[in-house]
């Protein structure tokens, strides 16, 4: 076991992948439902982690209406990570860039917890962006 019983609190298993990694194939939950089924939560101090960490983190990059078939194009990555912008977690901070890319991170530190829909944002900062959006590309 990679965890010892005094550090177990920093030893979190984390969900880990990419859509960037499958073009194909919607496997991390960019267009769908993310299915925990299909995919194996990994201990985020372990050798098999690609990034080493002591939470969960859910990054999600979402581009202007326009980009793809169903109107905008969307990437996700779900995987361990050590630092939150923030330095808290349990909350999503997000944004939009100068090209009107929209961007969400997302933090969390119990096991699994980047597999779910349970991390949101509050839904005054989401309700402001799409307001601010909408002006911008009127």
């Not at 960490?53 to 996700?76: A, E, L, N, Y």
């Not at 779900?78 to 009107?100: I, K, L, P």
């Amino acid at each position: 076991m990679v965890c010892s019983l005094p550090a177990a609190v920093l030893c979190v298993r984390c969900y880990q992948c990419a859509s960037s990694q499958n073009l194909k194939e919607d496997t991390c939950g960019a267009y769908k439902k993310f299915d925990t089924d299909s995919h194996i939560a990994v201990e985020c101090n372990s050798d098999e982690s690609h990034m080493p960490g002591s939470f969960c983190m859910k990054r999600t990059h979402q581009g202007p209406k326009g980009f793809i078939w169903d109107g905008r194009w969307r990437q996700v990555i779900r995987r361990c990570a050590s630092v939150a912008e923030t330095g808290v977690t349990g909350v999503c901070n997000w944004g939009v860039y100068d090209n009107g890319v929209y961007w969400e991170d997302c933090y969390c530190s119990s096991d699994e917890c980047n597999g779910t829909s349970g991390i949101k944002s509050s839904l005054l900062p989401v309700i402001s962006l799409i307001t601010c959006i909408l002006v911008y590309f009127s």
